[in-house]
């Protein structure tokens, strides 16, 4: 095997400002054609200075041109696992609904309020006569978070910027391409609400359906609209934190992007437990095939679960 041909395990997904990761030896461009199209843009191969390969996705695309709700997340998250890649790491700027949780801050977050329109495809099942329910209980990963968290605070201290980062905190999912009103900002708040941003979903759940782990770190650039004697956000106020927090992305990445990979090999006290948690979490999920299931429609669900669509 090539060094060309290594196997890449771990995804990065970028967000707004995060389009790169130009601390990496660049490897190679990959464009799969999935059964839902192609994804945001060509995957680059990267490499770390051990060699190790990761996989990065821009999710809005190159020079950001894909706004949140046309992200083409079935056709990322498919072809991520169709190189190989078992574990995603993803990265999202957000605004905060809490004043300790200031710009600058990063976040590990642990729940999900979902304030979608359904205009976003959610699920591979959606138009095929398969139906699937995914457990979605716990959205991320939880095993992937708790060995995530003292590696990315290390990271942080490292770099001397003073970065705090903050944990089990509810991140809101809205439509957008608009800013929240202030009565929307203080009624997320009041559910719980720590963080509000445009893309971590359907993105979880397709990592969820096709047993792939995910975490987000969720990078705050500005203070959501619930503040009453603060301008409401606009997209300058954001992009002034932007570029910093994204200069500290890549530096997290860069440095536990090794550790994430070999995790795989300690075996299987760290690397499945951890980095694998989510394999077979579908195989129950599942409705029982039946004569009414078109092959057409499992060759299709094959491409990202083999394991319960290869007959």
Known sequence: MSDDDSPVLVGVIGGSGLYHLD????????????????????????????????????RHGKGHSIPPSAVPARANIAALKSLGVRTVLAFSAVGSLREEIAPGAFVLPNQ????????????FFEDTSVVAHASFGDP???????????????????????????????????EGPQFSTRAESNMYRMWGGDLINMSVLPEAKLAREAELSY???????????????TGTVTAAEVFKTLSANAET????????LDE?????????????AVLLEEVGTMKLSIMPRSEK???????????ILPEYFTD
């Open 260 to 272: 994430i990979h070999n995790a795989f090999d300690t075996g299987k006290s760290e690397g499945e």
């Open 249 to 256: 992305s890549r530096h997290v990445a860069a440095t536990i």
């Open 140 to 174: 991320f990963s939880n095993k992937f978070i708790k060995w995530l968290e003292p590696k990315v605070r290390k990271a942080l201290d490292d770099e001397g910027r003073g970065v705090k980062l903050f944990t089990e905190k509810t991140i809101v999912c809205m």
């Open 23 to 58: 601390n990496l030896t660049f490897v190679k461009e990959v464009n799969p054609e999935t059964p839902w199209g192609y994804p945001s843009c060509p995957i680059t191969i990267c490499a770390l200075p051990s060699g190790t390969q990761v996989a990065f996705l821009a």
């Open 215 to 229: 975490a987000l770190v969720a990078t705050a650039t500005d203070y959501d609209a619930w503040r009453p004697h």
């Open 293 to 303: 299931q078109k092959e057409e429609d499992r060759a299709k669900l094959a491409y």
């Open 112 to 123: 999900i309020i979902d304030r979608t329109k359904g205009v976003r495809p959610t699920s």
